[in-house]
């Protein structure tokens, strides 16, 4: 397979060392569209980035979630190298609440549980995402949160494995990332809440345009929670966001049992959401 078997149509979003297109096979006749993502070699070896290629790449081809985009092929030219991924035109979750600001209580639920199960199905393959963010979440054709973007996952971590490794967004960092003191799969429930507090509130928690302030709050400042927020949020948001990582929601050996359990998700049917 190569680039010449594609229809590009226009240009999707562009990345620090590549960019992503929507596309059509040209010998599709059903029209399906794709997305194309375009790594360009000389950026990926100049930035040290190739290891967070092949990660992409591994964990996409082994990942078949619903809630996980979808890899169709991967192919390479001596310049460049191509992930065929399935589109998602809601765009992504960022966007979102740049244009709603804040979701309503039932959305958040549903995302949320969506996010779970992917998460869930990760630690199940000893992969860690450890990059949940806004701009990491897309919306597939029927409103569905999509997690995308595994150039920072972390594979072979099982129940009591750590990584040392130092990686992530500055205002979605945990403080065991910032301590750099070693980090297990419950990073990503850290991450969970950040991401809930979020949609709900408009801002990620603790957050400071000053870095070095951010960082510091991240630590040690204190969790504002607007007394508009349900109990049940409240107490999942604090229990997720427990800067000790061993006390974290979610840390012990039943990983994503103990969240879904939680009075948040009273009212969800696990099984209707994994069948969408």
């Known amino acids: 397979m190569t680039l010449e078997d594609f229809e590009?149509?226009?240009?999707?979003?562009?990345?620090?060392?590549?960019?992503?297109?929507?596309?059509?096979?040209?010998?599709?006749?059903?029209?399906?569209?794709?997305?194309m993502k375009i790594l360009e070699k000389d950026k990926v070896f100049q930035q040290n980035l190739l290891r967070y290629a092949k990660t992409e790449k591994n964990v996409l081809m082994l990942a078949s979630h619903p809630f996980i985009v979808g890899l169709?092929?991967?192919?390479?030219s001596p310049s460049r190298l191509y992930l065929i991924m399935q589109y998602c035109p809601g765009g992504d979750m960022g966007?979102?609440?740049?244009?709603?600001?804040?979701?309503?209580?039932?959305?958040?639920?549903?995302?949320?549980?969506?996010?779970?199960l992917a998460l869930e199905y990760l630690h199940n393959h000893q992969i860690i995402f450890r990059d949940l963010k806004p701009d990491n979440v897309i919306f597939d054709e029927d409103g569905?949160?999509?997690?995308?973007?595994?150039?920072?996952?972390?594979?072979?971590?099982?129940?009591?494995?750590?990584?040392?490794?130092?990686?992530?967004?500055?205002?979605?960092?945990?403080?065991?990332?910032l301590r750099r003191s070693g980090h297990a799969r419950s990073i990503d429930w850290?991450?969970?809440?950040?991401?809930?507090?979020?949609?709900?509130v408009g801002v990620p928690p603790y957050f400071n345009t000053d870095k070095s302030k951010l960082f510091e709050n991240i630590q040690q400042g204190p969790?504002?929670?607007?007394?508009?927020?349900?109990?049940?949020?409240?107490?999942?948001?604090?229990?997720?966001?427990?800067?000790?990582?061993?006390?974290?929601?979610?840390?012990?050996?039943?990983?994503?049992?103990?969240?879904?359990?939680?009075?948040?998700?009273?009212g969800i049917n696990w099984e209707e959401i994994q069948n969408r």
């Open 95 to 116: 966007m979102a609440l740049a244009k709603d600001r804040r979701f309503s209580i039932d959305t958040v639920t549903i995302y949320a549980a969506e996010i779970v």
């Open 72 to 76: 169709h092929w991967a192919f390479q």
């Open 223 to 266: 969790l504002k929670i607007p007394h508009t927020m349900t109990p049940a949020a409240r107490t999942l948001i604090l229990s997720l966001l427990n800067r000790n990582p061993t006390k974290r929601l979610g840390s012990g050996p039943r990983d994503a049992e103990e969240i879904k359990e939680h009075d948040f998700f009273a």
């Open 144 to 177: 569905h949160a999509l997690l995308t973007d595994f150039g920072l996952s972390k594979q072979g971590i099982g129940t009591h494995d750590q990584s040392s490794s130092f990686c992530g967004s500055v205002a979605y960092l945990a403080p065991e990332m």
């Open 8 to 35: 590009l149509i226009e240009k999707l979003g562009k990345g620090s060392f590549g960019s992503v297109f929507l596309v059509k096979k040209k010998d599709d006749p059903t029209g399906r569209f794709y997305a």
């Open 190 to 200: 850290y991450l969970l809440g950040v991401l809930i507090y979020e949609m709900l």
